[in-house]
């Protein structure tokens, strides 16, 4: 049984509480562009198709990290739970 973990960014680097300790913030005023804003539903379906054509035994853990994960609001965490729950019927 293969398990694949995978760290998901939905919020780019949005969030602006500047908090002492962030990483992110710093290293995102680097970047050229420093947020590419919140993830498209699109994308968001490629990546459950991605995830879902993984191997039916395969363990797979998804952590959603910042910046602050939480900006991209809880429609998109629903959206993405029924859309995965959807998909893996239609494997099975
Ligand atoms: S991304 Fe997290 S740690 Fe960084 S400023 Fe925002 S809340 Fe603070």
Redesign the pocket.
Same mark, same amino acid.
């Given at each position: 049984m293969m398990q694949y973990n995978f760290m998901v960014k939905p919020a780019s680097?949005a $969030?602006?509480?500047?908090?002492k =300790? $962030?990483f =992110?913030?710093d290293i995102s005023d680097r970047r050229e562009v420093k947020t590419h804003g919140n993830m498209s539903e699109l994308t968001r379906t490629k990546l459950i198709e991605r995830l879902t054509s993984l191997d039916d035994n395969s363990v797979i853990n998804i952590a959603f990290q /910042? /910046?602050?994960q939480t900006l991209v609001g809880l429609p998109f965490f629903e959206g993405f739970v029924l859309e995965m729950e959807e998909k893996k019927k239609k494997t099975k």
């Open positions: 680097s $969030c602006d509480l500047k908090c =300790y $962030c =992110y913030d /910042g /910046g602050e």
